[in-house]
């Protein structure tokens, strides 16, 4: 199976069949944002930060580095000014709902987002599937889901599962980009937890 040939950022870059830009610009040592992508994780391309300019045959167009594949000879941008602009005005709408995640704050410095430039809705989840997608695929424990649509979607706990699995488990809590997760959980304990039988001893 023979290698693919590209540039990224002028940089010539071999990458193997089926690897995706993403994971040969990393190989590359170049950096490309991402909040939703997790080496042990199928791809998800949820937060959108890794997207780049991919040029074939003199047309360009904007894609999700996480999601697409390397093909051979294309020319990748990973900072133009287009990408920096989407990538600013993504940064600015997850402030919006997580003003005082450490990861934004300093991604926000990075591009110039104006934490304030949307009305906030604080509800600290930026959707970018980490938990549910590592409970699933690696702990395959599924003891937390996505629950409505669109903008009311949030993450879950189901308590019968929650109650018996995370206490000892607890592996996603530091994937989280947000304080988002660990409040779920306390208030789902607090909330939904069925509570130990009494003991009669």
């Not at 590359?28 to 074939?56: A, M, N, Q």
């Not at 003199?58 to 990408?83: D, F, H, P, Q």
């Not at 989407?86 to 940064?91: G, Q």
């Not at 949307?118 to 424990?141: M, N």
Request: hydrophobic share 40%; proline share 5%; glycine share 4%.
């Amino acid at each position: 199976m023979s290698d693919i040939q590209f540039k990224i950022d002028g940089k010539d870059v071999t990458a193997a069949k089926g690897m995706t830009l993403l994971e040969a610009a990393r190989n590359t040592g170049i950096f490309i944002p991402t909040l939703c992508h997790h080496e042990k994780l199928e791809p998800f391309g949820g937060c959108r930060l890794c997207i780049v300019e991919v040029e074939v045959n003199g047309w360009t167009k904007l894609v999700v580095s996480c999601v697409y594949l390397a093909e051979e000879n294309i020319i990748v941008r990973t900072r133009s000014e287009k990408v920096d602009r989407i990538r600013k005005t993504i940064i600015e709408l997850l402030m919006a709902h997580a003003p005082d995640s450490p990861q934004l704050k300093e991604l926000a410095v990075e591009y110039g987002a104006d934490k304030d430039r949307y009305e906030k809705d604080p509800s600290f989840c930026i959707h970018c599937g980490l938990c549910v997608r590592y409970c699933a695929e690696v702990a395959k424990k599924n003891a937390i889901g996505f629950v409505d649509r669109g903008i009311n979607k949030e993450i879950s706990f189901i308590p019968e599962i929650a109650a018996k699995e995370c206490n000892d488990c607890k592996e996603c809590f530091p994937l989280c980009p947000t304080s988002y997760l660990q409040a779920a959980f306390v208030l789902a304990e607090s909330l939904s937890f069925p509570e130990p039988a009494p003991d009669n001893k």
